[in-house]
């Protein structure tokens, strides 16, 4: 890292949802249009050995944000799931972890969250948030507590324990079919019957059906929701506007701070399934929704780099590109991959330690400090990042380990 004094930098981090190693053209991809997250990646460093923490959601972006391994604040699980699978969930990152924008918030940053949150939300209530965003550092959040899935695309197949509701839907139909046969015998006086029994045995299908819908038939309603704060905005949560309101939440904030500094933390719902894409980007790519959805947003990122110049602060800005895990390889509909794309590692998310689950794009820029054009090829982990960022800002992170890239080494990290 160049010696040259920086002044409270703004920070800009910005981390994609799901996305492979292999789906940006400036890491090996010739099929799929990101003209901008290429440029940047020319206007910085390219980190080619970055490792997340976990190859699911949930546990790599707290380490993310804690540079703690997930299991020392909870966040990981030798059960499924393995992420948190609904918003109103009880449990969440503690609230006594440090994160990155606690730090900077006690420095004097003004800090925001806009996107997905995916870290819980709850202890006692459904409405005590004591996991909410705010209470780890944010002082602004837009989005969703939670993650994307299939639900929250009215038209999509549903995604969450399909097989269990499938073997509920066959229960509740056979508990109709006993009730009709028990009213035919009556009717037609196959059979004698009380009217009380039958009563009875629909009342207790009714409960029953009652019992498992009402928590697996509002999934959409329950769980796909925007929040400002701690407002709900949208219930459930409209995907066809869902880009241009995340868009719109980051440029905004950006010019709202300009005076900085200020630290923005851009949680992108892309590249997620259900890989909802504007009419503007649907048909455009080479490799359906998924590569669409890819190509979107390279140009959110596009638009939201755009924000810094216009406001004049791209040379004091700190800006870091990622994905917190790779591509879902497994996510299919019908024959139509839905995934990305991890180059030559195999596996994907969720697939324990196999490296196509846990390799991730890194790009830094940081103009005057990061040599424009270079590579990084040493290995490099997402527990790493924030707290070398905010070493170089002069704002120490507390350390677990052992600090292998010493000034000393040889193959000290540093640009």
Known sequence: MCDAAVSRPNVLLIMADDLGYGDLGCFGNDT????????LAREGVKLTQQIAAASLCTPSRAAFLTGRYPIRSGMVSRHDPRVFARTGASGGLPVNETTFAKLLQQQGYTTGLIGKWHQGMNCESHNDHCHHPLNHGFDYFYGTPFTLVNECQANKDPEMNVQLQATYWFYTQMAALLVFSLVLGRTTGLFYVKWKIIAFTASCGILFFISWFANYGFVRYWNCIMLRDHIITQQPIK???????????STSFIKRNKQGPFLLFVSLLHVHTPCFTTKTFHGKSRHGLYGD??????????????????EGLRNNTFTYFTSDHGGFLEAREGITQLGGWNGIYKGGKGMGGWEGGIRVPGIVRWPGIVPAGSVIDEPISLLDISPQWLTWLGHPFHKTGTEYWSESSSRRFGF
Do not use: H
């Not at 995907?239 to 939440?249: D, G, P």
């Not at 959805?293 to 216009?310: F, H, Q, S, T, Y």
């Open 32 to 39: 799929l249009k990101t003209p901008n997250i290429d440029q």
């Open 239 to 249: 995907l066809e506007n869902a880009a241009s309101r995340i868009l719109k939440e």
């Open 293 to 310: 959805n890819v190509e979107e947003m390279d140009w959110m990122v596009g638009e939201i780099l755009a924000a810094v110049d216009k």
